[in-house]
């Protein structure tokens, strides 16, 4: 069989976005639930993980049962190559980036009955370490996110007519701070504060949200290259790519650092 036509994959990509951005209440829902029931306090390790596996599950299983049939066998669906994208951010952001929030931010991680952890020994200074479930759990988010921006990205450019290089640029820009500063009113919320807090949450909003918008600057324009122009990526490109993406991110980071310092 011919392979997938340019219009084919983005017909592909379209219906996997619409299934993304469908699934999202199921792991919005519950994270709200549990906040505002304060259940999580009272949960092991693994009832921790098993929260996060289940939300994190429906992005997965919706295009693999709903989404288009391949026309070109053999070839990865679009929806498996953004989620290997995405979990390569994730490991980077989790493992390594979480400590900048931590060293720099004043994030806080205080669930006291979750012990297993996994951080890296190198990059922190504070001691602090992330809790395992969190793997998982920003998986979901990041899921949700990165498909919201790239429809939203899309449909301000052709509202506003394009803009040139630089308009998109600050589009790309205004809308990753966007999502950041949402993400960080809603989870650093006071029904939180004894598990999940930041020292200075008002600051934090202004101005460490524009660090955090860095997954999102570097990640937006890379993510929208996925079997963009009509090319067919296989899953080693997707993952070279996520992994440019993430030093792409550590770059923006330190540059942050360097301007802004700690909080």
Do not use: N
Not at 166 to 184: H, K, N, P, Q
Request: with cysteine; glycine share 10%; proline share 6%.
């Amino acid at each position: 069989m011919p392979a997938p036509s340019p219009k084919q994959k983005e017909a592909e990509k379209s219906q996997t976005h619409r299934l993304i951005l469908a699934q999202s209440p199921l792991w919005i829902l519950p994270v709200l639930l549990v906040m505002q029931t304060g259940i999580l306090r009272r949960w092991s390790d693994a009832e921790y993980l098993l929260f996060s596996f289940a939300i994190a599950s429906p992005s997965i299983l919706l295009p693999y049962f709903l989404g288009p049939s391949r026309s070109a066998p053999g070839s990865a669906p679009y929806w498996l190559k953004l989620h290997v994208w995405i979990s390569i951010l994730v490991c980077f952001g989790t493992y390594f980036g979480t400590h900048y929030f931590f060293d720099l931010m004043g994030m806080r991680y205080v669930f006291a009955t979750a012990t297993w952890h996994l951080e890296s020994d190198v990059v922190g200074r504070g001691g602090q370490v992330v809790p395992l479930f969190m793997y998982p759990l920003t998986h979901a988010y990041f899921m949700t996110y990165f498909v919201f921006l790239v429809l939203a990205e899309d449909r301000l450019r052709s509202l506003l007519g394009g803009g040139g290089r630089v308009g998109r640029g600050l589009l790309v820009v205004a809308l990753a701070y966007g999502v950041a500063f949402a993400e960080t009113y809603v989870m650093a919320s006071p029904l939180l504060e004894d598990l999940f807090r930041y020292d200075d949450r008002g600051r934090m909003l202004r101005v460490g949200s524009l660090g955090y918008a860095s997954y999102f600057v570097a990640g937006l324009p890379m993510v929208k290259r996925i079997d963009g122009g009509g090319e067919e990526w296989g899953i080693r490109k997707v993952a070279i790519e996520a992994l440019a993406t993430c030093m792409g991110i550590m770059i923006l980071l330190e540059a942050w650092a360097k301007v802004v310092g700690p909080l």
